[in-house]
């Protein structure tokens, strides 16, 4: 493993620890009575309850000012200020925990105890007066350093901000504590979830779980992850919805369920796009979509409400009103209001003229039905970035919705779109397990022509329709967008912790010999790796006097018994 410099010291550090009888990662529980928002909300009118103060949290800055020293801590709420004075934490003869632990072996990022009272600084700051300390992490990596600076206007400016987003997707965990307004959006996601699952709740229905590997993928038209079951020597598949399985359970005699699920989608990825991704799925029994559609529109309303006290949610550069009722269009009339074509009429072979004149992609594998649906996203979902519902689609776009009770070829069938892309889907569910049987060949016969999205054939899921399952309405909710869009985040990455993301690139292994090659002598060659340096092209790149120094001063903290090179010699590796 190649550490750097600052990660030499800190290891050494937490030895030089060891040697003074402290253990870096103790086991003992630190007892916390109080957080730094608390702390700061409340001191002012509540003095008297902060004489004993017992809070944990890391080091991000420290003034060392003699025997007294200043630091800010920081822990899940946010950050305070501590007072640091020798006396107090070392009463006795020993300054140790002062001279040595606190100002030499403790570094930013290492998270600490301490015991104290509050008090007011002379400058009007809320602190804590710390009379007790207790070395809790040692901190082996430096985090990235994030200086603020604030004008007479009171804007804020960050100073070396960590901001590259695929460190901060890939370190998630550094992220958190150098950002810490990211938190805020995760406090958001988590609310949301809640504030919909009260609604269900309330209106009682049951919160389920359902299989996450299935012999059979279904509920949704997209490519699965595959996997093997060892003892049962078959193919499984990663759910790409939970569909089928909440059907099931509406046939057994529930009246209403639902299921915050992840599922598995093995397709591209964007920013409005993730491999695994979350959805509530709901299905009520002797429903159908249109009061499906007023349930959506009161349910997120309620999230608006609960998340920012308004329906009201600035997006980007827009500002999105949840409040009901929403607009609504059919798939037709959308069409034809966006490109003044009506394509209600239209064969397989007029919609390709169409896409042509409309210059919409499209490929020799896509029925009437993905023509469509082609036609819709290029035109019209760019469109549309207030709350709208779009409603009765074509037959051939949606094999598991019952068709339009009034409106031959089409189904009763809605979509929420908001802010340019879908946010929930839902049908009046087909029950007809003859017609779904038939809708079922006609999506293998698509699979037959190419298209990889289109549905299995699902005998059991079959099985239980003839059985017999009431009239029910159906709804998936993607989370992800629906969390996007009432957090004002651009991409989807921002609002998952963990995003799935291409392999970290490693770098290439040390080549001892060309080091040699150069005139550096073997003996040399562990302090170049100690100091960090990957590569002659990258030694090469320094100062003479600077990797001098740096040699000869890393060659005395490994306590090496070997000479220091020469000025003169480091030079002539750099040649």
Known sequence: ?????????????????????????PAELFEVNASAKEILE????????????????????????????????????GRIQIYVRRDDICPGEDKTLYNTVFKKLLDIGDIIGVKGYGFTTQTGEISIHVTSLTVLTKSLRPLPIVKETTDEQGNVTKHDAFTDPEQRYRMRYVDLIVNPEVRDTFIKRTQLVNSMRQYLNVKGYLEVETPILQPLYGGAAARPFKTHHNTLDMTLYLRIANELYLKRLIVGGFNGVYEFSKDFRNEGMSRFHNPEFTQVELYVAYKDYYWMMDLVEEMIEKVALDLHGSTQVKVGENIIDFKRPWTRYTMFEAIQHFTGIDISEMDEQQLRDTCVKLNVPMDQTMGKGKLIDQIFGEKCEPNLIQPTFITDYPLEMSPLAKKHRSKPGLVERFEAICNRKEIANSFSELNDPIDQRERFEEQLELGKRGDEEAMTLDEDFLRALEFGMPPTAGLGIGIDRLSMIMTNSSSIQDVLFFPQLKPEKQAAGFNEKEFTDAGVRAEFIPILQKLGIQSLAQMKEMKASKLFNDVCGTRKKMKLEITNPTLEEVEGWLK
């Open 1 to 25: 493993m190649q550490l750097s410099e600052q990660e030499i010291i800190r290891r050494q550090k937490m030895e030089d620890l060891r040697k003074l009888d402290i253990n870096p990662y």
């Open 42 to 77: 409340n001191y002012e009118r509540q003095k008297s309850d902060y004489r004993q103060i017992s809070i944990a949290g890391r080091i991000m800055s420290t003034r060392i000012m003699g025997n007294a020293a200043f630091a800010e801590l920081q822990d899940e709420t």
